[in-house]
């Protein structure tokens, strides 16, 4: 369930952010907060804006302006679109070598928990370049879970599942929110946003147009029963982009 | 640092292709360069065709004989002779590569020789056939048969100037000579001198011959003057320089340790350079290492432990390997903790260059081929000779060879091995300089992967 800033303190929270390389400009002044057990999707064209803001919010790079904060002592988990594991190491060896690399306090224990968490039990002694794409994925997203963040960054999740996969992975995804963390995730797939988040920032030309809900952001295109890939397509013409 | 070095040597273990290259390139490397040093060339096969007739080889020399066949013998102490009997054999021979070249000795040989000895006009000339198909075999052939060719011409030579100095001796002193079998007693000039003078005194006072022979005598003391002169002075034809040699920097390493000492690191900056690059390379192409530098491990940690880890590698094969070389090459044992720490410095300083290629590259591949292409220019520059190239370009190249780890790396494991080359600390001093150096190069590069 969405939480809103009346009731809950904000896991992350963006403020102006602004990114430029060079003469171009890939992010101006966004801001928006992100509250615990809620799921993002920030949907945008490709070149939007989507991968450098969620390297932001995850601390790889570094806004030109504006600031991101979150409450001290909240991690941010970070899934990169390509699984960020050793193709050569067992799903347990990648497990425990990032739990290691993390400090934390029982690497073993993180290890087991993940396992389980990921249904990736049967397959931790196996080489994750063995493993098929989703469960590279999964891997992938158990990293970023080691260290039991308060938020969780996902860059494109899905983009290289087949749809048995996905299914399982947003099951997986919406288990995490469900028990309370957040989880923010750059997609292009219009229709996963609608499914599966509970708000939607678009962004088009590092701006951020809108965000709300889906139903809040069909509305705003019109509503009149058109799918919502129809309607954001819509929405970005109106808007000039 | 210690958990993404267990993580690279786990990685390296589940590579069997990649470990086996890396030790299975330097340890062949250094039993071919040791079988190669421990087996001096053979002779090399000549075909030799001698068109002197039996019996006719000998030369006479004033009251000597100088044999032609006793030289022959020593030129087949150098090479390996194909005796042949005819020119077409000989070329045959050559061109099907059964011998590397062909010695043709003329019928007329002792007559040139002769002609030589007794009037001073005149080349004696054997013939050489080369296969020109190989330069290599080519210069091979040319250089051991001329070496022995001069060796004979030498020893005529000094053959001829012992006679004639004999000869002299005689004409000097007198003795007794043998002449188509029988022997001959010879005045000799200091004799005759002798025998005038005292005919001269039995000659009455006012005798016109006094005066005369008084001349002859005269010029026998002259004569006798000049040919004392004479004898050293031909003696000294034979050997007309002596090269007194005086080493300046104390001992030299021994040309076969030196070209081991080659070898090694030759192979430490292959393999360094080749690890390195490739694991930081593959830190990107696994899109990890935007995750590990997220807080997990900073970059020059990351750096360390890629150049720590490829330079230590890379230094425990050297040692291996001249380990192995030593058994064909003497290496120094006693100097073994120098050699460890020269091959580990010069590890490290590989390593360095090799994460800032990885970092400026990116990909393994791109990685890989640019570690490869830098590794030959680099030992290139750093053993170009002095002698070889002008004062100009000899300082270009010191230039370049000065910012690579090559040189300083090669100075330092020389001394280790042999304790003949200048001292270890400035090379070691300047291999650390330049792993500063390059680290901060890969750490300037590595910028742009997280990105």
């Not at chain 1, 949907?43 to 390297?55: F, H, Q, R, Y």
């Not at chain 2, 050293?232 to 920097?249: A, C, F, H, K």
């Not at chain 2, 580990?344 to 292409?373: P, T």
Request: glycine content about 8%; charged content about 20%.
């Amino acid at each position: 369930m969405p939480a809103t800033a009346a009731t809950r303190e904000a896991t992350l929270a963006a403020r102006a952010l602004s990114k430029r390389f060079g003469n171009r400009t890939a992010l101006r002044d966004v801001s928006f907060e992100l509250y615990p057990g809620e799921l993002v999707a920030i949907i945008g064209p490709n070149g939007a804006g989507k991968t450098t803001l969620l390297s932001i919010l995850a601390g790889i790079q570094a806004p030109s302006s504006g600031e991101v904060s979150s409450p001290v002592g909240r991690k941010v988990g970070w899934v990169p679109q390509q699984p960020a594991v050793y193709s050569k190491l067992s799903v347990a060896e990648n497990l425990r070598l990032f739990a290691r690399l993390e400090k934390l306090s029982d690497p073993e224990q993180a290890v087991e928990r993940m396992l389980d968490q990921t249904e990736l039990r049967e397959r931790s002694g196996d080489e994750v370049g063995r493993l098929s794409g989703g469960n590279q994925q999964r891997v992938n997203v158990a990293v970023g879970l080691l260290g039991e963040p308060a938020a969780l960054l996902l860059d494109e999740p899905t983009s290289s599942l087949d749809p048995r996969q996905r299914e399982r992975l947003w099951g997986f995804i919406a288990a995490l929110a469900g028990r309370g963390t957040t989880v923010a995730y750059a997609t292009h797939n219009v229709v996963e946003a609608e499914r599966y988040a509970d708000r939607v920032l678009v962004l088009a030309d590092g701006e951020l147009l809108f965000s709300g809900t889906p139903a809040e952001f069909e509305r705003a295109v019109g509503g009149r029963g058109r799918d919502f890939e129809a309607a954001f397509v819509r929405f970005l013409d109106e808007h000039g982009h | 640092m210690r958990w993404l070095l267990v993580k690279d040597l786990q990685i390296l273990r589940r590579s069997p292709l990649l470990v086996a290259l890396l030790v299975i390139y330097p340890v062949t490397l250094a039993l071919i360069i040791g079988f190669a040093l421990s087996s001096p060339p053979g002779k090399p096969k000549v075909a030799f065709l001698t068109q002197v007739p039996k019996g006719h080889g000998r030369i006479h020399f004033g009251s000597q004989n100088i044999n032609l066949s006793s030289y022959t013998k020593q030129l087949f102490e150098s090479i390996q002779p194909i005796v042949v009997h005819s020119r077409a054999q000989a070329i045959a021979d050559v061109r099907s590569g059964r011998s590397l070249a062909a010695l043709i000795v003329p019928s007329d040989i002792p007559e040139q020789i002769q002609n030589l000895v007794t009037t001073g006009v005149g080349s004696p000339t054997v013939q050489l056939i080369l296969n020109t198909k190989d330069p290599v075999e080519r210069q091979f052939a040319d250089q051991a048969i001329e070496a022995r060719l001069n060796e004979v011409d030498q020893a005529v030579s000094k053959q001829v100037l012992r006679v004639a100095v004999v000869d002299l001796q005689q004409v000097l002193s007198g003795g007794s000579i043998q002449f188509f079998g029988q022997s001959f007693q010879l005045l000799g000039l200091r004799d005759s001198r002798a025998l005038l003078r005292r005919v001269i005194a039995a000659l009455p006072a006012r005798s016109p011959l006094r005066a005369e022979l008084g001349r002859v005598v005269g010029f026998a003391d002259l004569a006798i003057q000049g040919l004392a002169f004479a004898n050293p002075v031909l003696g000294s034809i034979g050997t007309p320089l002596t090269v007194d040699q005086t080493e300046l920097s104390g001992r030299t390493t021994p040309t076969a340790t030196y070209a081991v000492t080659i070898a090694v690191i030759f192979s430490l900056m292959l393999v360094t350079l080749l690890l390195a690059a490739g694991m930081l390379a593959l830190e990107r192409e696994e899109h990890a290492f935007a995750r590990l530098v997220r807080g997990l491990v900073s970059p020059g940690a990351l750096l360390a432990e890629k150049a720590v880890l490829a330079g230590g590698c890379a230094a425990a094969a050297a040692i291996l390997m001249a380990a192995g070389v030593s058994t064909f090459v003497p290496l120094d044992w006693s100097r073994f903790p120098l050699w460890v720490v020269a091959l580990a410095a010069a590890g490290i300083a590989f390593g360095a260059l090799g994460v800032a290629i990885g970092g400026l590259a990116r990909e393994v591949r791109a990685a890989s081929l640019l570690a490869f292409m830098l590794s030959l220019p680099v030992a290139f520059v750093a053993l170009v000779p002095a002698a070889s190239v002008s004062g100009g370009v000899k300082s270009l190249l010191d230039a370049v060879a000065f910012v690579f780890p090559f040189k300083p790396a090669l100075d330092a494991a020389n001394n280790a091995f042999s304790a003949t080359a200048p001292a270890i600390g400035w090379p070691l001093v300047h291999l650390v300089g330049l792993a500063i150096v390059f680290g901060g190069v890969a750490r300037l590069a590595v910028r742009r992967l997280a990105e």
